[in-house]
């Protein structure tokens, strides 16, 4: 499986998007504007609010479906049970806003910005939340989700049970690891993790037909992976599992995963 093809729409976007400057955002401050909007709703179809800026609005409990909010803002709202079940909210930033028992459900809400934000009570039934940032935010465990979540669940084994993991060092040196039953890992909402303890099985180049017994860490120039070795991170293990870019091992599940993204 290459880098992100599952999500493979999502980063093609991401990859084409030009910034729009903040000024030249459609800005929403009055209900009478948001009404007009909504207005705009027909069947089968999303009403177009991409890039909105909305700010300062009560909007709790409204029916916000069918919607395409994508890159939309809201800033200082009042979400509480608000409604966006199916909309499109990929890229949505909340700021200062009470999204407590908000409804995704079924929503596109990849790339989102959860930071600072009460979590508690939404709803992320048959939900797709890849690349979205629950980095300090609070109760991200008191989501409601369902088999149907995408990317809320870690994709390693949480507890107890040794994996396979994939690195890729310097000079795309690829790097097979253990995990061991013991270590403590974490998975954020990407395909990547970090874990607290491996033991590096094998060092091959990307196309397996060279090996080697040591691999030198791309991030830190004095971590350095041997065959056969046991490693811990060498400035400890972060355990919030949202803070996805801090103090651990960093692995892919998948070998080509990983020489795609180094490769990229």
């Not at 860490?217 to 803070?243: C, H, I, M």
Request: glycine fraction near 6%; charged fraction near 30%.
């Amino acid at each position: 499986m290459n880098f992100s093809t599952k999500e493979r729409d999502f980063i093609e976007e991401a990859e084409r998007y030009v910034p729009i400057a903040t000024e030249d955002k459609p800005k929403i401050n009055t209900m009478e504007e948001l009404q007009a909007k909504l207005d705009q709703r027909r069947p089968g179809t999303l009403a177009d609010m991409k890039h909105s800026v909305i700010k300062g609005l009560d909007l709790s409990g409204m029916d916000m479906t069918g919607l395409n909010l994508a890159r939309a803002t809201f800033d200082g709202c009042n979400l509480n049970g608000t409604d966006f079940s199916g909309s499109m909210m990929d890229n949505v930033a909340f700021y200062n806003n009470d999204i407590r028992n908000m409804k995704l459900c079924g929503c596109k809400a990849r790339g989102c910005s959860f930071r600072f934000q009460d979590m508690e009570g939404i709803d992320l039934r048959g939900a797709n939340i890849y690349a979205s940032v629950l980095e300090d935010a609070i109760n991200q465990d008191k989501v409601i989700i369902d088999d149907n979540t995408e990317w809320y669940r870690m994709r390693c084994p949480e507890y107890g049970k040794p994996f396979i993991a994939w690195k890729c060092c310097t000079d795309l040196r690829v790097v097979m690891m253990l995990v061991p039953a013991d270590a403590k890992r974490c998975m954020a909402t990407l395909e990547t993790g970090r874990v607290s303890k491996v033991k590096v099985l094998k060092i091959t180049n990307i196309d397996e037909t060279e090996n080697y017994s040591w691999a030198q860490s791309t991030v830190d120039s004095d971590f350095y992976y041997e065959v056969g070795k046991w490693l811990e991170p060498a400035n400890g293990f972060q355990e919030d599992r949202w803070k996805d870019s801090s103090p651990g091992i960093h692995f892919f599940l998948d070998r080509q995963q990983c020489v795609d993204y180094q490769a990229k």
